[in-house]
């Protein structure tokens, strides 16, 4: 009797777990829900033939998608490198003008001829008037006085290579530019300038060799600063003194100094006298 009673107990319990397990997997919902499920699991799931995917296959797919990202993402920065510089070059195109290279070169050949051209004239034609005003000073003031307008001349343009808004400058280089060529029309500047000056100046021949010699120092000294600068740059070591010389404003008072030298060769050396 004992062991019936047992049996129905056990009946019981069994029934009521069977009945209450499609409640408790109502309740926690046996499957996960979507929007949580990792690209892994989706990669596991059965495809449309009924053959799962084991995880060789799925590690493959991943490594296929990063991938695929990568390139995607190199694609993109490539564009847009391109993109930019596309855009930095028309952004050159459209400030470089021709009509401004055009000008800029006839300004140049106007102020190398017409007032070369002016100052022959004038020592020709007014050669009096010019010994008149040549008198008025010391030959070695008259070597300064040439040696400055091209000094200045140099160191116009420099400054005009290193900042950016450079149309005032450009445009004092041209000014001083035609005042140079003016005042070695009017000295007779050449290669063997001593002739000409003597053929048409005569004794006063003295004053305009000595224009014409501060000139020639002011190109000398430019001449000695540029070969030496270049030396320097190819075979001077980065981190050496040496290379300071070529930095800023080191580079601008070595180049002052160049000029110094130059004009005080000729001012307290004794080549004006030479060519008196």
Known sequence: ????????????????????????????????????RSRGLRVLETD????????????????????????TAAAVV??????????????????????????????VLFAAIVPYWVGRRVAIWHTGQVMFILRCMDPSGW???GWTIVTVLFTVLGLALVVRRRGCLLALALALFALSQLVSGVSLLKSDFWYGTFAVYGKGSFYVNAVNLGMIASASGLFVFSIVF???MVFARNGS???????????????????????CIVLFCGVIQLMG
């Not at 069977?18 to 109502?26: K, S």
């Not at 449309?48 to 990202?69: H, I, K, Y």
């Not at 993109?83 to 401004?100: C, D, G, Y």
């Open 230 to 232: 270049v030396t320097l």
């Open 241 to 263: 003194k040496a290379k300071m010389l070529l930095r800023g404003w080191s580079a601008f008072a070595f180049f002052l100094i160049c000029e110094l030298a130059a004009i």
């Open 78 to 107: 490539s564009l847009e490198t391109l993109h930019h510089s596309l855009s930095l070059a028309e952004e050159r195109r459209r400030r470089t003008r021709p009509w401004r290279i055009v000008w800029g070169i006839v300004a």
């Open 1 to 36: 009797m004992s062991g019936a009673r047992r049996q129905e107990r056990r009946d019981g319990v069994d029934g009521a777990t069977e009945a209450d397990r499609p409640q408790t997997e109502a309740q926690g919902g046996g499957a996960p829900s979507q929007g949580k």
């Open 48 to 71: 449309a033939q009924g053959v799962q995917s084991t995880p060789d296959d799925m590690f493959t797919a991943l490594r296929q998608e990063a991938e695929q990202r990568h390139l």
């Open 143 to 145: 070597a300064l006085v």
